[in-house]
């Protein structure tokens, strides 16, 4: 196998213009520092995850709101350099998302987001564009638009018999509804400790299998890899590769597109989850969101297994 041609997924979500500053040490509140470079870039998480399932020779469908701005004319081009389908890209009369974040010497990451044209978003969008999808089996979402979009499109989608994945981030509360309609929820190690009951770190077995009831789990655990709950509700832990992080920004994101493709393709959740660890450990070498994902060639097929 050397692409996931023919498979075809979508993408319901956020489209932002990452506005980046690179620095040694972050300055503290009241406080000054000289940073090390600046660097404009296209991110947004449902973008980041649309274009890392692109890479992969997928047909990506990305449902988002971008403003009338030149920031929205730049993503849109974008998606279109990208391969993607961008029949279901809306212009709306506001100003295109951005994400401020703040990168330190260590490649960890800060992040503000502005959310503009991906707040105007409404449910009977998610309703329209989600039943135009044909032939698509995977619909993946996040929490940078709305909740109610996320929850119509969902809805829609389960009628249409269409796998659903939600990665909850950044974090806020999620209704029964929405997680009844989540098929995969994929959290990171902040986001779970939110969503568990009595907020606990995703340390043992025990917590993460518990999480919910109904539905699937794979939390992300940066360099640590993943964790996987199976059907039986016993966890499977993912080691990933030891790397020298440049810049962990757009990370998660490129595991779940990675892994949303490889499960479209029909590869089974083991190595889907592989995969997509694979493929954000190639990301965290690199500078950028988008800009630092594998391309096609750089991409290991060979870890899938169906």
Partial sequence: MKSFANTKIAVIGSTMMDLTVYADILPSAGETRFGESFTTG??????????MAARTGATVTMITGIGS????????????????DTTSVLRLDTHTGVAHIWVDGQGQNRISIVPGANFKLTPQDAIDEVSKLKDVSVLIAQCEIPQEVTLAAFRTAQELGITTILNPAPYQPLTDDLLDLTDWLIPNEIEFAELDKAHRAPDTDEIIASLRDK???IVTLGSEGAALVTTEGKVKRFSARKVSATDTTGAGDCFIGAFAAAIAAGANEDSAVQFGIDCATKSVTRKGAQSSYPKLEEIDFSLIVK
Avoid at 42 to 51: I, T
Avoid at 69 to 84: I, P, R, T, V, Y
């Fill in 69 to 84: 701005d030149g920031f929205g004319d730049e993503s849109l081009q974008n998606f279109k350099n990208s391969q993607m």
């Fill in 215 to 217: 539905g699937r789990t």
């Fill in 42 to 51: 296209f991110g947004g998480k449902g973008a980041n995850q649309a274009v």
